[in-house]
């Protein structure tokens, strides 16, 4: 099982959070994972994953240009993400900036495809953000939410 883990960083807090959401589906047996920045992602890195968590700064309320220019191209594969976890996170530059907005627009495209979406019953419903640099208390947000996709990954597959 592999999870994918994309990121888009402006100012690096993003990145960070990636790898924390690894660090929190490595955890997890039997689960592979690999961190891709977007500008090395490709539509088949795409198909090869079992669950795929995307990050982006906050951009007007919105993924980033070039995690919504991977979207774009993943139409060429459109109907072969089906089934798949899906999963979302970001980092905008502060409160009310525009997080949730963010991570909804992710979602979106994630669901357009058929992939089937990972949400959290406590707070931070649908995915994980963090203002500025991640703070530890962020940080294991994010991993359990590395830790969450893994697990639901490997309840799909098996």
């Known amino acids: 099982m592999l999870v994918l883990i994309i990121y888009d960083s402006k100012t690096g807090n993003t990145e960070k959070m990636a790898f924390a959401v690894a660090e929190g589906a490595k955890e997890i047996g039997g689960v592979d994972v690999i961190v891709k920045n977007v500008k090395k992602t490709t539509n088949e890195d795409l198909l090869q994953a079992d669950g795929i968590v995307v990050g982006s700064p906050t951009y007007y309320g919105q993924m980033s240009g070039k995690i919504k220019a991977m979207f774009d191209e993943s139409v060429k ?22 997080a949730e907005t963010t991570i909804i627009s992710i979602l979106e495209a994630m669901l357009v495809h058929g992939m089937i979406v990972q949400g959290r019953a406590r707070s931070g419903h649908y995915g994980a953000a963090a203002v500025g640099t991640p703070e530890e208390r962020d940080t294991e947000r994010r991993r359990e939410l590395g830790r969450m996709v893994a697990k639901l990954v490997l309840k799909l597959k098996t």
């Open 77 to 98: 594969v459109h109907g072969k993400l089906e089934g798949k976890v899906g999963a979302a996170f970001t980092s905008p530059g502060g409160v009310a900036s525009g």
